[in-house]
């Protein structure tokens, strides 16, 4: 029960000093002054009466409106410089004021004076914290010349010695709290901006190892087979070749541009989702049809490999996915487990329910997984690799598959032993 209250607490206390990210560090740190200095005013009105301190009452009136009307400039108008601004002239100067007052150097205005300052210098921009010492203190010591030369313009004391020990140890502990209270939510706010700054690098730093690995593929991964193709289309132009050169000739320019393809395929994938942002359109998929129809476009490389393609599926499970996303992961995971299974290899699809969820299985009996290699096989910084053929992976494929499985509110993992094999996992959920 506690918990839920104090987080109410919270909540109501964020709604008005701002929340973080709609309002700046500052300007929250000013709310929550403005909040505290009206509770205190509102304290001293009628403390100060009933210790005799009339005037010092009136003032601390008037300074509730001037913190009330300086929240509601900051908070609602946004006008934090003007709020910052007029809250530190006008509080010197009632201070200066209520220092007559208030029995002059004898009374509590100098702790007020250093309070004030303390919440000014906290609060205020960096470069008027010089303006806002200088003035504290030529006021201060013009209170002090004043008193000192012309004792008579200190216009009300204390009517008891009481009264002036309360009035002394009340602002001390007013001020000792509010310092406290300023404090604490300057750090607390503090590390909440630098928690969020440290998050935003990591994403800033995400997004240029992406934009690193963009530009790597573009620059080379794509130049690289289109120069192949070049140089295949040039020697059999230029060359008199046997049908079989030939026709290993052509069987290669294949295999070149289906990887190529493929890559291409993954990188507008990949920058659609960057551009627009990834959309998700989930709705019943047959799984059996897309494990099938994608065993029927790997046959043709699987037997040229001479690898065994099987799919072994329940033909009545359905998922909740996005059928092109389901295609891109399963596609991916396929071309993967052919280019790195040798000849007379196997790779095998299951789709086999387990609860609510469907877990969709790729399974080879390939080199594996290099223990180094696993910890960042789904990020970005992912090596460039080479199959059994020497096809080329360039690793945006897997990030791809992990991005889109957990858009569509499932998971992808796998388990690899190097020289055994590899199981890439998809699990989705059931459609009901």
Known sequence: MEKPFFDSIQQSFASLVGEPGKATLESRIFNATCLILILVTLYNIPFNYYIGLKEASAISTLLFFIFSALYYLC????????????????????LAVNY??????????????????FLVSIIAPTRQATFWLCLNILIVLGLLYTEYYYPQAI???????????????????VG??????????SRKAYKTEKRQVEEKSGILERLNAEKNKLFS????????????????LEIIQETDLDEDLRREIKSDLIDVVSNTQEMLSN????????????????????????????????????????????????????????????????????????????????VNLKAVPSGAHCVISVSDNGRGIEPEDQETLFSMKSRVTFGTNNEKGVGLGLFLCKEYAEAQRGKLWFESEPNLGTTFYVSLPIAV
């Open 75 to 94: 908070r609602v108008k946004n006008k934090f410089y003007i709020s910052i601004t007029v809250a530190g002239v006008l509080a010197s100067l009632l």
């Open 100 to 117: 007559f007052f208030n029995a002059g150097v004898v009374g509590s205005s100098l702790l007020l004076f250093m309070l004030t300052f």
């Open 217 to 232: 593929i573009v620059s080379h991964d794509l130049r690289a087979p289109l120069a192949s193709i070049q140089q295949y």
């Open 155 to 173: 216009l009300a004391g204390y009517s008891s010695r009481l009264n002036y020990l309360i009035d002394v140890a009340s602002t001390y502990v």
């Open 267 to 346: 990188l507008l994938s990949w920058s659609t989702s960057q551009m627009n942002g990834l959309t998700v359109n989930r709705t019943e998929v047959h799984v059996a049809s897309i494990l099938v129809s994608i065993a029927e476009l790997y046959k043709p490389l699987a037997a040229k490999k001479g690898l065994h393609l099987e799919v072994i599926s329940n033909p009545d499970v359905h998922v909740l996915a996005d059928s092109n996303m389901l295609h891109l992961i399963v596609r991916n995971l396929v071309g993967n487990a052919l280019k790195f299974t040798p000849s007379g290899g196997f």
């Open 176 to 185: 000792i709290a509010l310092i406290y209270l300023a404090t604490r939510f």
